[in-house]
């Protein structure tokens, strides 16, 4: 009896619940692509390139590569621990 009135009860829930979980596995794969060091190596690639076609300035290239380098460095770190 009481396993059905905690249904009833929850039923109203279960679209937030629904919506949690798709948010979670949208954060869950966002933060894995973010820290995929393949993926951290293709950007910077991107930014080899850009600076060859001159696309983007020795200021801006220089940034974004430090940025990638130091995810890359983080994402070996946390693979190790």
Do not use: C
């Not at 973010?34 to 001159?54: K, M, S, V, Y």
């Amino acid at each position: 009896m009481m396993g059905i009135l905690s249904g009833l009860i929850g039923m109203p829930l279960a679209p937030l619940r629904g919506t949690v979980w798709v948010a979670e596995q949208i954060r869950d794969e966002a933060d894995k692509q973010f820290h995929d060091p393949a993926a951290i190596r293709r950007q910077l690639e991107q930014i080899a390139d850009a600076r060859r076609a001159g696309t983007i300035d020795e200021d801006e290239a220089d940034s974004a590569e430090r940025e990638l380098v130091a995810r890359l460095i983080r994402s070996d770190r946390n693979e190790g621990a």
